[in-house]
């Protein structure tokens, strides 16, 4: 399963020309897509792919394992529909959440469950956090990962209970020459003076930052809105905005492209919470107990330490 899931990987790499591009349509993160084909590199003995900021282009010896990937898959899957009753008792599972949480703790854990099920296939859906509880309400998704803030608890809803709920503090991005890049914490007046980087209006911290913006005298006027951590990563390198993310949501490719987190700490922007939510009464679902449980234990783990640019950077994580 493993071995086949790899194999999908360095297809999706190919057809996207971009590990980052993969990872997001085979919701993996981008760390897992980049094992996956160093492991493959190690297998075969050879690269598999130039990597460059533009992008990851195949060589030659690539190509002949993608030729035996298409086989290998095509005679996997023709085996699953040959086996009827097996086949039919596929569960079929529908996560709701947040791109930013999707591309990286979602996706790490979906990443896991898959690696050792069978019997399972999952949807992962995109919408802001009080959509994502309005999907899960209407039961229209099986399980929910999304954010809450202090005193705006969003789980007092029938029907709906909650599995996990974290703490994940407020950062902003910069570029590494930047001049905010050495301070230890920041304020909304600190970085309201830079262009900014942002989530789509509706996100209720950045209403809260943009109130504070306004209070003091400035226009709220963001330079880039975007919900996807990697992108936002990759358009402030080597720029004066700043960005603004959850902790938790903080992309692992910060030290490849040069930049660094700083946290923020501002008494105008409430704690954040990544909350996974599912319905009550719980099912009964084998499947839906292993996805639960993964997602909780990606979410209680020890958060990685957001580094400065350069330390312990691996050239073979590069991705476009």
Do not use: W
């Not at 399980?143 to 809450?148: K, Q, T, Y």
């Not at 970085?191 to 942002?198: C, K, M, V």
């Not at 209720?204 to 209070?215: G, H």
């Not at 996807?228 to 992309?251: H, K, N, W």
């Amino acid at each position: 399963m493993t071995e086949l899931q790899s194999l999908r990987t360095l297809l999706a790499v190919i057809d996207f020309g971009s590990i980052h591009l993969a990872a997001k349509a085979l919701y993996v993160s981008h760390s897992t897509a980049s094992r996956q084909i160093r492991a493959l590199e190690e297998h075969y003995g050879t690269r598999l792919f130039e990597r460059s900021s533009a992008g990851a282009v195949p060589t030659q010896s690539c190509l002949a394992v993608a030729d035996f990937a298409r086989r290998m898959i095509a005679e996997s899957e023709l085996l699953i529909d040959s086996f009827d009753e097996a086949f039919a008792q596929v569960e079929h599972l529908r996560i709701v959440t947040s791109t930013a949480l999707g591309q990286t703790l979602v996706a790490d854990a979906v990443s896991e469950v898959l690696a050792t099920n069978d019997h399972l296939r999952i949807t992962v859906s995109y919408a802001a956090s009080l959509e994502a509880l309005k999907v899960l309400g209407n039961r229209r998704a099986d399980i929910c990962v999304n954010f809450s803030v202090t005193d705006r608890d969003l789980v007092d809803v029938p029907g709906v209970m909650t599995h996990a709920r974290l703490e994940s503090a407020n950062y902003a991005m910069v570029d590494s020459a930047h001049p905010l890049a050495g301070r230890d914490r920041l304020s909304i007046r600190d970085i309201a003076e830079y262009p900014l980087a942002t989530l789509p209006a509706g996100n209720t911290v950045r209403l809260q930052m943009e109130s504070a913006v306004r209070n003091l005298g400035q226009v709220f006027s963001p330079t880039l809105e975007c919900s996807c951590p990697v992108l936002m990563a990759r358009a402030v390198a080597g720029s004066s905005m700043v960005a603004m993310m959850s902790e938790r949501t903080i992309p692992d490719i910060l030290a490849e492209v040069g930049c660094r987190a700083v946290p923020i700490v501002d008494d105008n922007l409430d704690d954040r919470f990544i909350q996974v939510l599912g319905h009550s009464p719980r099912s009964a679902s084998e499947g839906l107990t292993t996805m639960l449980d993964a997602l909780v234990r990606h979410l209680t783990a020890p958060k990685q330490k957001v580094r400065p640019p350069g330390s312990d950077l691996d050239e073979e994580d590069a991705a476009g």
